[in-house]
């Protein structure tokens, strides 16, 4: 029996926290195809956002979104909170409302006791009832690689969605969670992390996006979108393509995990990390002097980042303010939507 729960990651064969396909080869697979045509489709595959949506009545639309992963920390129950925060995460990056969810388990049930799967389900019931989701279902297939997430159903008012291309020009940029979570979890397989960092990544990766999205809702946000695999500037330059925008980057304001730092600084970073910056690299532009490390987590593939919320200037402090009065922990401004250069990221 190599049942042994304490170390879920062991049984991970891909590097890194989100064993996906390399970016853009989703692309190359849709390019060309007859994608469906509905005048209810309000956000599809074509112009792919956070999350689908399909507009039932002028006053509600349903957003949808799925997402599933192999374990990126050992223990099960918080590997299904995690599961759960960053399923529900694509929800509320569009301004939408979770209302129902259903599980997408691959287990394997010849090396693994079925406890562990129970854990993890009683992880993530957890997760979504403290987002008032209520769990409606599932699929489980027999695996040789544990895998775990959600398909998660939400209600959003169409006129009230936030694109991530919605960019305008002047905004402040806030971001709710910290970088670095894909080099810590490798740092985790590697048995490398210490119990504090690891306990301190997890809570802030099982966190939900839930209370900043309740509160952005009530000021003049422009664009949202959530940080995950593509890490912080490939999730960046999907918001600025397009857009007619371009965003300027401090360095010196990012909340970066210190340990992330240091491990990046040793080599340890995941290989979608190189992914992420061969794909979107040429979006952006880093002032010399920019630590490597730092370039590096900019690019780090995400596991149930923060909220990536583009505000107007005048009330962006107070909405800095308001998200760290209800417990958001990290509320950086990080950067502002400008003119120029058009369509790219600078960071200096
Ligand atoms: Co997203
Ligand atoms: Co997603």
Redesign the pocket.
Same mark, same amino acid.
């Given at each position: 029996m190599t049942g042994d729960s304490t170390r879920l990651t062991r049984t991970v064969r891909g590097a890194g926290c989100a064993a996906k396909l390399a970016p853009g080869d989703l692309d190359r697979a849709l390019c060309g195809l007859d994608l469906p045509v509905d005048d209810n489709l309000l956000v599809g595959l074509e112009r792919a956002d @956070?999350a689908g949506v399909y507009k039932i009545s002028d006053e509600l639309a349903l957003v949808q979104t799925l997402d599933f992963f192999p374990p990126m920390v050992d223990d099960p129950h918080a590997f299904g909170r995690i599961a759960a925060a960053n399923s529900l995460? @694509?929800i509320y990056?569009m301004g939408g409302m979770p209302k129902t969810a259903m599980n997408i388990v691959a287990f394997p049930a010849k090396i693994m006791d079925i406890s562990v799967l129970r854990q993890i389900i009683e992880g993530a019931l957890s997760t979504l009832r403290g987002a008032g989701v209520v769990l409606v279902g599932g699929h489980t297939v027999d695996d040789s690689e544990l895998k775990f997430g959600l398909s998660v159903t939400g209600f959003i008012h169409p006129r009230r969605i936030l694109f991530k291309r919605k960019l305008r020009a002047g905004d402040r940029l806030l971001l709710t969670k910290p970088l670095g979570t894909g080099i810590v979890c490798t740092a985790i397989k590697a048995g490398l992390a210490g119990a504090e960092i690891t306990a301190r990544v997890t809570g802030n990766m099982a966190a939900l996006n839930r209370v900043a999205a309740e509160i952005m809702a009530d000021y003049p946000v422009s664009a949202c %979108? @959530?940080i %995950?695999g593509f890490g912080f500037l490939g999730?960046l330059a999907e918001m600025v393509v397009d857009s007619g925008a371009g965003v300027r980057i401090n360095p010196a304001a990012l909340p970066l995990y210190p340990e992330a730092l240091e491990w990046a600084a040793m080599g340890l970073i995941p290989a979608g990390a190189y992914n992420n910056r061969n794909f979107r690299g040429e979006f952006v532009r880093f002032a010399p002097g920019v630590d490597p490390a730092v370039q590096d987590l900019l690019f780090d593939p995400q596991t149930s980042g923060g909220l990536l919320i583009a505000v107007a200037a005048d009330e962006a402090e107070r909405l800095r303010s308001a998200l760290l009065a209800a417990g958001v922990e990290t509320a950086a401004m990080v950067g502002e939507v400008v003119t120029e250069p058009r369509e790219r990221i600078v960071v200096e």
């Open positions: @956070d995460s @694509d990056a %979108t @959530d %995950t999730h």
